[in-house]
């Protein structure tokens, strides 16, 4: 009698695990991220790119922007944002490179002209970055005070004297709106 009270609760068992659905679902409250809609467009990879450059995600930002030129092509606006996450990386030379070419696919953004400035004057190439700086400024209409603070200090560093005593300069990046940036000396 034993033997069938068991047999009937494994038997019962089986049939009640049958009727759940089972599996690894995910539930509203768990800890992991959810899955992947395919039938949704995703995100531009630009908008994703410049979201991480505020976060301060400076190698996920460059990821996201190389994934937007691979889906768009070299755009002067994916250029000029890999261009701008060098810049910001201290990858100099790139960024000279790519900011420059951006600009001969596209030399009306005055935030690519005012990027390649920075570039320039980091470089110590200060009479090449007041002549960008004067373009960026231009075409902007002189509305811009970053741009403008950038050709100040660029008339600035083109007037000292190359030869004397030099005095070491730091500069500090800082971000004024999606693709501008200010070069400001630190105390």
């Excluded at 600035?156 to 500069?171: F, I, L």
Aim: aromatic fraction near 6%; glycine fraction near 8%; charged fraction near 25%.
């Amino acid at each position: 009698m034993n033997h069938l009270r068991v047999f009937t609760l494994m038997i019962l068992s089986f049939a009640l695990a049958a009727c759940d659905p089972g599996g690894f679902g995910t539930s509203n409250d768990s800890p992991f991220a959810p899955d992947v809609d395919h039938s949704e467009p995703a995100v531009d990879g630009l908008l994703v790119g410049w979201r991480l450059m505020e976060a301060g995600e400076y190698d996920l930002a460059m990821d996201s922007f190389v994934r937007a030129g691979v889906e768009q092509g070299r755009t002067p606006d994916v250029l000029a944002a890999v261009g701008t996450v060098n810049l910001v990386m201290g990858r100099l030379g790139q960024a000279e490179e790519i900011l420059r070419e951006a600009i001969e696919a596209d030399n009306s953004l005055p935030e690519t002209w005012n990027n390649l400035g920075i570039v320039l004057m980091e470089r110590g190439k200060y009479a090449e970055a007041e002549q960008i700086l004067r373009r960026a400024y231009a075409l902007d209409n002189g509305e811009s005070d970053a741009i403008r603070d950038n050709l100040r200090l660029a008339l600035a560093n083109s007037n000292q004297p190359v030869y004397g005593d030099k005095k070491e300069q730091e500069y500090k990046l800082v971000r004024r709106g999606s693709s501008d940036y200010v070069i400001r000396p630190t105390p």
